[in-house]
């Protein structure tokens, strides 16, 4: 029979699995609930952080702080420093989390590369892979500027020496679940470790001024033992995604104390790393089949940043046949719930002949995922679309919310979507009526040619798209687009 530790008041105990604390020795931790997992906390043999009250630090007036500090120096990454604001701060701490294999070396390798490339000293400090594998990587990205110092291990103490000996304008530690602070007993990776090392590298950041950048591994569905725990201690916080077989790669910030959160960095993985693109458009779109039904693109806020994507749908095998229960879609991309509302209003709010059962499949190309109701009209009209056999036409953009009623919905950022798809050539939009009032009025600022058609319900949508069962135009062919719009009189917008 295991023996069960006795519980000591003097001896603190320590969950490996969420570091919570308890002065008693239990089976299972009350506040994770996992089993087994509470271990003896050891005694820190030194605190560094620890001032004598003795001298206690005064308040000073705010407004003769000095903002010196708090400007970002340029990493040379253009997309990064997009997001982050225009580049890192100094003593500042970002952490940099993804899914394994994403990236996240990769870039933070290019940032230091680029970094040294401009003649001061930056330090790797790499825990995880051996400096055999890292000049691996490197190797394939070009050559290794001199200023660029690597240290290999997993001590956070031999970090803090050489950051101290070699003061290095910029640290990477890669990644936060290998360090480890050898006055813990616990292993590297547990949380009460990774929480004692950003809680160290924190201090240290703040104390030299060196900024650093720490890299933190989530789980593909967002499970992490560890990184999210502490994004309260560090200043900015970055996610890094993808789908690991597309080349696309989207970093957001999720936390910035230096300025705003939601910007949008792109890039794209090649052979030889990371490049940034500026204008992710032809990445996007640049495999499109035109007058294929149920292809529909939608501008979709990224952050601030709007991007172009082709939602597409197709109707499998399993449908038709008259008897059984409407399966749900099969989706990637896009939220399975939403998309079997969608077929629900598209079935009861249009005089589409949705088959039954029907086995729909929607897609985001590209291995975006886009979870913004303003897709739910292009879901909806690929739908349509592939229920009809009849396409979309392909310059067209649409956007809006669907409401169960078959409403068209308004969404934010009209006027950013109407700009990305005129500068990607688009010539038509479909849009909320209610959105209209937005877009026209920031329409001076925008260059011609958009025709823009205000919708208020997935049906008015349905018709002015050309995706109508039943429209007057044979199967297989499209509506021109003159016809409907002189039969229509709904509000339709030129911009000018
Ligand atoms: P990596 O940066 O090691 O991912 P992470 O640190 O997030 O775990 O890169 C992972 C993948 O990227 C790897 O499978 C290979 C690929 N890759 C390229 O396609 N091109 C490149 O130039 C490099 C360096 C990596
Ligand atoms: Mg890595």
Redesign the pocket.
Known sequence: MATTPRARSDVPYVCTACGTTSLRWVGRCGNCGEWNTLGPASVRVHRPGRTPAANPTPAVALRDVSTEGARPLPTGVSELDRVMGGGVVGGSVTLLF??????????L?QVLSSVAAGGVDVMLASA??SLTQVSG?AA??GPVPRHLLALEGPDVEAIEAAVGRHRPALVVV??LQSVSDPDLAQPAGSLAQVRACVERLTRLAKSSGVPLLL?G?VTKDGDLAGPRAVEHLVDTVLS?DGD?HHALRVLTSVKHRFGPTGEVGIFE??????RPVPDPGPLMLGDRMAGVPGSVVVPVLQGRRPLLVEVQALLGPGTGGGAGVASRPHTLGIDAARANLLVAVLACRTAVDVPVPAEFFVAAVGGITVSEPAADLAVALAMASVVGRRPVPADLVVFGELGLAGEVRSVPGADRRLAEAHRAGFTRALVPASALGDATASAAATPAGLVVHGVRTLAEALEVAGTEAGSRTGPGTMPGWSTVRAASNRSTTRWR
């Open positions: 993804g899914p394994p294999g994403i990236g996240k070396s990769t870039l390798f995880e892979e990587r394939r990205m890669d990644s890299v591994h890094f690991r993985m090649r052979d030889d790393g990371l």
